[in-house]
Every structure is written in C-alpha cells, then in structure tokens.
C-alpha cells in the first residue's frame, strides 16, 4: 500500500510512474479526490489562519466589536468544520481506493506496454542440443508412465495431475536440494502454515484485487489456501517491530493453490500452469537503503539452483507494463525449454520496498531508542519446483524416452542417476 503524505509530497512524478504500468490502470478517481484534497488543506490552512488572527484581535476588542464578529466566527467555525469532514470522507474513500492501487515502479524499471518491453540482462549456459526432436514434458512423463493426467481429472477435476515413482521422488528430492542450497547461503528454513486469514492475504497484496484467483474456505471460518509462500512468510512479521540486524532471510516450502480464473485456454496441457503446485520461496526483510542490492542478491541466490542442476537461463528485467502489482522491481528467471522451443519462467524475484511491510505493520529499529521505520520486503522462487521437474525431463532427456539425472540430485535420489519407465 502506498502512503497518501508521500504521494501528496510528489504526486505529478508518482502518477506519471503509475500510468507507465500501463493503459489497464485507471487511476482519474484516484487523481480528481487527491486534486479536491489538496485544495481543502489550502483552504482549510486559510480559514485556520484567519480564525487564529479574529481570535488575537478580540483579546481587545470593545463588546459590540466581538458580538459582531463572534456570529462570523461562529460560521467560520462551521466552515473550517464542514471542510475537515469533507477532507475525512476524501480521505477514507482514497485509503479504500489505495488499496487497489499498485507499487510504483522503481526508476530503474524499463517503462514498457508488456513482456515484449522487458530486458534480458544475461544468460547462463548454452542450449542443450539434440539428434531427435525433443518432446514436451508431458509426454515424457506419460511415456515414462510416471504422469497420470486422466485419474487426476477424475479425482479432481483439470490442471491437477499424479506423479508416480521415481517422478514423485524428484519432486522430493528437488525441494530438498533447493531448501538445503538456501540455508547454505544463510536464509533459516520455516514451514508455514498452507491456509491464512484474509488480513494475510490483505498484507501482501493478494486482496483485495486478485480475490479471484484465490481459493478460500467456506462456512464461518474463512480462511484462504495460500497462492505462495511468500503470503504466512511475510505476515510472519505482521504488527512486529524487528530489533535483529537486517537483512532477515527465510526459506520456506510449500504446496501453492491457484484458480487460475485469468488463465483459460493458457497451458492446458502438462505441469506448467495448475490448481496446485510446490514452490520453495525465498524471502528477506530488509533495510531500505539497501533493498535493490538484496534483491540483486536475492536473484543470484535462486540463479544458482538452476546453475547447479545445469539448466541454461535467462535473466529478465520486467518492464513497467508487466510487473506484478506489489513489487516495485521485478527479475523474472526464464528456463529454456527445448520440448517447447521457448524459455519460460521459473522464479520471479521482486523487491516490494515498504508496500507490504505498511499494509502488515512490519517495522524495525535500527538503534536503541530510534523511531521504528517500515523495513522493505523481498521474495521469489528459489524455485518452482513442478517447473523445474519440466525443466529436467526437456533438458536431459534422450532419444528413447529415458531421461539423465543432473549429477546434483544424485545423492537425493539415492544414487539414481536417470528416469526409466516403470
């Protein structure tokens, strides 16, 4: 969430960054109720300063003097009172209107329409090369007799699929692998809890605009399916006061649930784009001075999962057009997919200065004794973890179906070195 007194300090410079994110935003209710704010302070400060001044006057005024002028004071007063609860009523109506407005993006940020607008900033690796056209991951999954797409319809409906044997074990031992290489690198491991309450949500930016896409319980207790990790990890500091030195930095796993309700038609086949999936999340509470450094690092942390398990990848900068609503600087880490012919995501890492700490009453001290300050938040995926089971099978698989293991894995695999049909 944005603060109304800062927007107020530079509103011309905030709006025109806001208008960049792109023509969906409509931000002119936004703008005429800041426009009639501010010419209320100016005419509140006004009639204030001409009440104080009669005020100073009438100490030594003659009675007729102050029965005359007590009856315009006595309008002015109404005045003043009219005009301060027109300011509540504009006030309260942009707080409510605020919350569905996103972060300004960083001034680093490319300003573009969409993803056609983001910069590659590197890449690492080479793409593999084969003798055979390579396939897709689900039917390597399915030809491997590992992925079960059908029962999972019957149990559950689209976007859900079973993973069997050694599959459902690399999904294990990825998680393990990525949660062993974040604690490496000093993030302490949680495991939160998979459903929130709407002021969680609320906290991190997920409600109220993208109600949505969540799944939530129903009956008296409401309570909604976490979309991520990042959601019961940043509330883990909700109405805190951080007094340990920053950065703070978790690692958490969890199975994520999405509805998906902006997405039909896109994926609809394979492990791309589900109803549920697992993802190891990476979080930091940071100060602010030096959250766009942390977020460099907090890229190179889940770049170095995928350099590891020798996956070649890029490194996207997203524009201003195509960066989530929350975060003020996003890189999005794209895998290659030669069974696709196509990079696609597989960690988006954003920093999100103190919109969600100010939404959930994140704060820290820096001193003894200072006022406490908002700190800034980051996350992203260190990584998907279905993404990079796809990832493997399309980069590792051979010409009869059969796919190698990166040599990573081996040791969470118990010593198995590649996949063979069941």
């Known amino acids: 969430m944005l603060d109304l007194k800062e927007i107020a300090k530079n509103f011309d410079a905030v709006l025109a960054r806001l208008n960049a994110r792109g023509d969906a935003l409509d931000l002119s209710r936004f703008s005429a109720l800041f426009g009639e704010r501010k010419q209320l302070y100016v005419e509140l400060e006004a009639k204030q300063s001409k009440k ?21 004071m006595k309008a002015l007063g109404q005045e003043i009172k009219d005009a301060e609860a027109r300011l509540k009523t504009i006030e309260d109506e942009l707080n409510e209107l605020i919350m569905n407005v996103p972060n300004v993006p960083h001034e680093s940020v490319p300003v573009g329409k969409d993803e056609h607008g983001n910069v590659c900033v590197r890449t690492w690796g080479e793409k593999p090369t084969f ?94 399916l976490i979309p991520t990790a990042e959601v019961p990890v940043t509330n883990y500091h909700a109405d805190e006061i951080l007094e340990q030195p920053l950065p703070v930095k978790y690692v958490a796993f969890s199975p994520c649930f999405r509805a998906e309700a902006g997405s039909a038609g896109k994926d609809t086949r394979g492990l791309i784009r589900m109803h549920q999936f697992h993802k190891v999340e990476i979080v930091k ?19 170095e999962i995928l350099e590891k398990l020798g996956l070649h990848h890029r490194v996207m900068l997203l524009c201003t057009g195509d960066m989530g609503f929350a975060s003020a600087k996003t890189y999005d880490l794209e895998v290659w997919l030669p069974g696709q012919n196509a990079y696609r995501e597989i960690s988006s890492c954003s920093c999100f200065t103190d919109f969600q ?40 698989q051979r010409e009869d179906g059969t796919v190698a293991l990166p040599a990573a894995l081996h040791p969470y695999m118990g010593g198995m070195t590649e996949l063979k049909p069941l």
Request: charged residues 30%; proline residues 4%; glycine residues 8%.
């Open 285 to 303: 509470f940071a100060h602010p001075e030096k959250s766009f450094d942390e977020l460099e690092d907090l890229v190179k942390s889940a770049a």
């Open 131 to 224: 003798l055979f056209t390579p396939r897709q991951h689900f039917e390597l999954g399915e030809k491997l007799g590992m992925l079960d797409f059908e029962r999972a319809v019957k149990v559950s409906g689209t976007r859900f699929a079973f993973s069997k044997g050694a599959l459902a074990r690399l999904e294990r031992a990825l998680t393990a692998f990525m949660i062993d290489e974040h604690t490496k690198q000093g993030y302490l491991e949680l495991l939160p809890p998979y459903l929130v309450s709407r002021q969680s949500m609320t906290g991190t930016g997920q409600l109220p605009k993208f109600e949505a896409d969540a799944f939530k319980t129903a009956g008296e207790r409401e309570l909604f």
């Open 52 to 72: 104080n001044k009669v005020q100073e006057t009438l100490k030594t005024a003659d009675p007729e003097t102050r029965k005359t002028v007590g009856a315009e």
């Open 357 to 396: 700490a100010r939404r959930a009453k994140i704060r820290f001290r820096e001193n003894k004794g200072d006022k406490p300050r908002l700190v800034h938040t980051l996350n992203g995926s260190g990584l998907a973890v279905g993404r990079t089971v796809v990832a493997i099978l399309e980069n590792y």
